[in-house]
């Protein structure tokens, strides 16, 4: 075991556990930090997805001892009232069904529009092609981060 | 129609909770000094466990216990105790109940531990000798073993009508050919998980991943011998279950028994792969012989299924019922048989029967309007069913010549040459599918609940469920108009076994059913309000009745003289500080049963094949659907969106391969059970068509979770015939198949 301090949504969090516990591990049992999910443990369906230093990460496989000083960002840090573009464009498009996948969806979406704030349709797709959700959202995941496009200072 | 609230696309009332991380799921909720269970799985298919050890798990510090067939302690047993709301006829899996073994993945021991890690370190270290029996997991060896079982779980087949044999045999056009689909395992997202709290004086709450809490809630009294106001279950959210979710799985079982032995609260989440080890779609084949004139009218259909189901519970869907919903036939004969494997009895998938059995029948439909040289929809067209022929009765309503025209339009079908492999756009073969569907639109018994408390604000509760359907927002809506309240004063609440008796929710009947439980719940309120209102001094209302009133944005109005109004504040003010409290049960109305109530889709797919690799892009997909009164347009898309998308994953992905040699499926993880994903899914549009409807129920609306799927594989499958000339009559349709 051994202690970390992680930066996340930031805050500073200290955590007692052995260093290749996976982040979300850490997110989800030890800090209390469930809006991050757990969906394969394998890196195959993005549900877990965060922000490290504002890129799109699996924090599935995302050894706790490897985030270093790295800012980390999850869906409860992406804005302090729910209010990010992205999510008010979830909102309004009704993308979420079950809502399970999207925080990591969501994650997925604001990570590209912070590099790239007017993607293109094949843009977006890529970016998106690696977050699974067995809802079937797929058709407004597309139109939303196309709408967030549009209010993205 | 639209009313003040119905019919309007509001945004999700749950929505903010999913875009932030604000909402729970079963795994996601703690209490004080918590354990954690985790389960060990037989690596057999079938046999028996000669010792099972369990020392080195223990020997761990903080281990708590590990509890096995060996030292289960004796609650209730007998397997009747053991059967919930969707058990099929039969003998239930009892988790831990003796040493046999009688599928792959059974589970067969929990660890329970101080931590997460600890308890699945546990579980490796426990040790256990089997001893090995045959089995049968051969679908297509054992079916020449298919049964016709003592009682189906679905409707029993209809009996044959007119003359088919010598229709068949008449017939100037005849096809015959076999459709198959695999076993196809529901996937949803969130794994299956619960907590259960025991609490001082023997009772018990429990948060599961569930599709009805009371299911849960009668199971655990029933299978501990628990009274069952002494268990209370709770499931706010659902991260998706698609049919999964509709019987208790062994996580809740064990977790409770593990929580009861150890007076402490126990959390058992599944792995990903350990979703695999309980219910899935079961691989049927089906089996057509179909005959029509050379004008293409229909003269005969013989349809017979042969389902997968376990060796101890005989599962069965309706598959075999469409050829007498869909197409208006005289000479019709079908049947449906069983094959028992040694596997996990199979479990409702979204639409269950419907998927299966309009895919092989709109398959092979299109086979005979070929032969007959006529076009698809315009076989549709002729063979128009007007009335349900296995029941003898009209439908409810049925507007699908309306979904027919509005989506042959926006698809452009009418441009369609109907040789294949006639459309050509570089390496590309592009082709055009057809298919029509069905689902039915069935009301159960639900109660409901109301309480208008004196600062106007309506809490509407009925133990019913959101598995990402759209309930909180379309109950909401329906008792935000009746009561004439701004939605935002509205609160529904679910997912909670003390509240109002609900059906599960599946089978697209909650609208139907909570939905009236809530229209006639929140019309008793309408009436309270009135009583108040004209109790009101100088009440301008004193002599009104209701249908002389409006009651819309929080008064109570004379129609004739809108002017005349008292708010609903001013009537609260009468009650003296009293909520309105109303409870009510609703029964399927009245007059209902003499129609025969459906849903209807018509589905228009566009497919993109390349010649050289074989491999399939759905560039294209319009869908037009009938399903009554939409209740909410943007929740209502999202449904059908759902629908077509899983369509698509059914058409050219979804396979669960069973490995004959170990029993066992195989590809148990998301990376090798392909589900679709974003790049699968292009341009998809979502007709509603009006559709009036005064016999299905009181709202009008049919329910929508199921209908957006059950014609989409096979208009895909055509859409393929179509581009290539290549019929492929096994689902999924992989690119190996086309080359």
Redesign the interface.
């Known amino acids: 075991m051994a202690t970390y301090k992680l930066q996340i949504n930031g805050r500073t969090y200290e955590a007692d556990v052995?260093p290749d516990t996976p982040l979300l591990?850490v997110l989800?049992?030890n800090l209390?930090?469930?809006?991050?999910?757990?969906?394969?443990?394998?890196a195959?369906?993005g549900?877990c997805t965060v922000h490290v230093n504002g890129n799109a990460m699996r924090s599935c496989v995302y050894p706790v001892s490897a985030v270093g000083n790295s800012k980390i960002t999850?869906?409860?840090g992406?804005s302090a009232d729910?209010d990010h573009p992205v999510?008010l464009a979830?909102?309004?498009v009704?993308?979420?069904?079950?809502?399970?996948?999207?925080?990591g969806q969501?994650m997925t979406a604001s990570a590209l529009l912070n590099r790239n704030p007017k993607p293109s349709a094949e843009e977006i797709?890529n970016a998106?092609?690696?977050?699974?959700?067995?809802?079937?959202?797929?058709?407004?995941?597309?139109e939303a981060v196309a709408l967030a496009a549009t209010k993205t200072k | 129609m639209i009313g003040n609230q119905t019919g309007k696309p509001v945004n999700r009332v749950d929505g903010r909770l999913k875009v932030t991380g604000g909402a729970k799921y079963a795994a996601e909720f703690t209490a004080p000094n918590m354990a954690y269970g985790f389960v060990v799985n037989s690596k057999i298919a079938k046999g028996k466990i000669k010792s099972i050890d369990t020392s080195k798990a223990l020997a761990l510090d903080g281990v708590l216990e590990v509890f096995t067939h060996e030292n289960r302690p004796g609650y209730v047993w007998g397997d009747k105790n053991y059967q919930d709301k969707d058990s099929p006829p039969g003998s239930p899996f009892r988790p831990l109940y003796d040493n046999e073994v009688q599928f792959s993945m059974q589970p067969i021991a929990l660890v329970v531990a101080e931590t997460y890690e600890l308890a699945r370190y546990g579980a490796i270290l426990v040790e256990v000798e089997y001893e090995n029996y045959s089995f049968d997991t051969d679908f297509e060896k054992n079916i020449k073993q298919a049964y016709i079982p003592e009682k189906y779980k679905s409707s029993k087949p209809p009996e044959p009508w007119g003359n088919p044999d010598e229709a068949l045999a008449n017939a100037a056009v005849k096809i015959e050919a076999e459709y198959s689909h695999p076993s196809e395992h529901h996937n949803p997202i969130e794994m299956h998980a619960s907590l259960a709290i025991w609490e001082e004086g023997g009772k018990l709450t429990v948060y599961d991943k569930i599709q009805g809490v009371q299911n849960s809630q009668q199971y655990i009294a029933n299978a501990f011998g628990m009274q069952q106001e002494d268990v209370h279950v709770i499931s706010p959210f659902v991260g998706g279950a698609f049919g999964s979710g509709l019987r208790p799985q062994y996580q809740l079982f064990l977790a409770v028994l593990a929580a009861r032995e150890l007076k402490r609260p126990v959390k058992v989440v599944l792995t990903r792969q350990q979703m695999f080890s309980f219910g899935h779609r079961p691989k049927t084949v089906q089996k057509f012989a179909l005959g029509a004139d050379t004008d293409g009218k229909l003269k005969a259909v013989q349809h017979d299924a042969f389902g997968e189901t376990s060796k101890f519970e005989d599962y069965s869907e309706n598959v075999v019922i469409w050829p007498g919903v869909l197409y208006n036939c005289d000479n019709v004969k079908v049947s449906h048989k069983l094959v028992a494997l040694d596997v996990y009895t199979p479990l409702d998938m979204r639409a269950p029967g419907g998927t299966t059995g309009i895919y092989g029948l709109e398959c092979a439909i299109d086979e005979l309007a070929y032969k007959a040289g006529v076009d698809p929809l315009e076989f549709r067209k002729m063979n128009y069913s007007e009335k349900d022929q296995n029941e003898g009765k009209p439908f409810s309503s049925k507007e699908l010549r309306e979904c027919y025209r509005q989506g042959a339009e926006k698809f452009g079908w009418e441009k369609r040459s109907l040789e294949p492999r006639s459309m050509k756009e570089g390496h590309n073969l592009i082709g055009w599918g057809f298919a029509q569907g069905a689902w039915e639109a069935t009301q159960k018994q639900a109660a409901a609940k109301a309480v208008l408390t004196t600062d106007g604000k309506l809490t509407v509760s009925c133990a019913t469920a959101d598995i990402g359907t759209g309930t909180y927002t379309v109950m909401s809506q329906i008792a935000a108009e009746t009561v004439g309240l701004p939605l935002e004063d509205v609160t529904f609440k679910l997912g909670d076994s003390s509240l109002p008796k609900s059906p599960l929710q599946g089978g697209s009947w909650t609208v139907s059913s909570v939905g009236s439980a809530v229209k006639l719940v929140c019309d008793k309120v309408r009436e309270k309000l009135l009583q108040l209102a004209q109790q009101v001094a100088n009440s301008p209302l004193a002599n009104a009745t209701l249908d002389d009133v409006n009651i819309e944005d929080g008064k109570i109005s004379l129609k004739n003289d809108p002017a005349k109004a008292v708010t609903i504040k001013e009537a609260l003010v009468q009650s003296q500080g009293k909520s309105i409290e109303e409870n009510v049960s609703s029964e399927p109305v009245e007059g209902q049963q003499k129609y025969s109530p459906y849903a209807h889709s018509a589905t228009f797919v566009e497919v993109k094949v390349d010649e050289d690799l074989g491999t399939v892009k759905v560039t294209r997909v319009v869908s037009a659907i009938a399903g009554g009164r939409i209740i909410n347009p943007k929740t209502a898309r999202s449904q059908i969106l759902g629908g077509v998308v899983w369509g698509i994953g059914a058409a050219m992905e979804e396979e669960t391969v069973m490995d004959n040699n170990l029993g066992r499926f195989m590809n148990h993880d998301l990376d090798k059970y392909h589900v679709p994903v974003n790049a699968d899914v292009h341009d998809i549009e979502v007709i509603f068509v009006e559709e009036k409807d005064d016999h299905v129920n009181p709202l009008g609306a049919k329910g929508l979770g199921e209908i957006g799927i059950v014609s989409v594989a096979p208009a895909i499958a055509n859409a393929i015939f179509h581009a290539t000339g290549k019929r492929v009559r096994e689902l999924p349709i992989t690119l190996d198949k086309l080359l």
């Open positions: 052995e591990w989800r049992d209390g930090l469930v809006g991050t999910k757990f969906g394969c443990g394998i195959q369906c549900a999850t869906i409860e992406l729910g999510q979830w909102d309004e009704d993308v979420a069904q079950c809502g399970y996948c999207q925080a969501i797709d998106m092609h690696g977050n699974i959700c067995r809802c079937g959202t797929y058709h407004r995941i597309r």
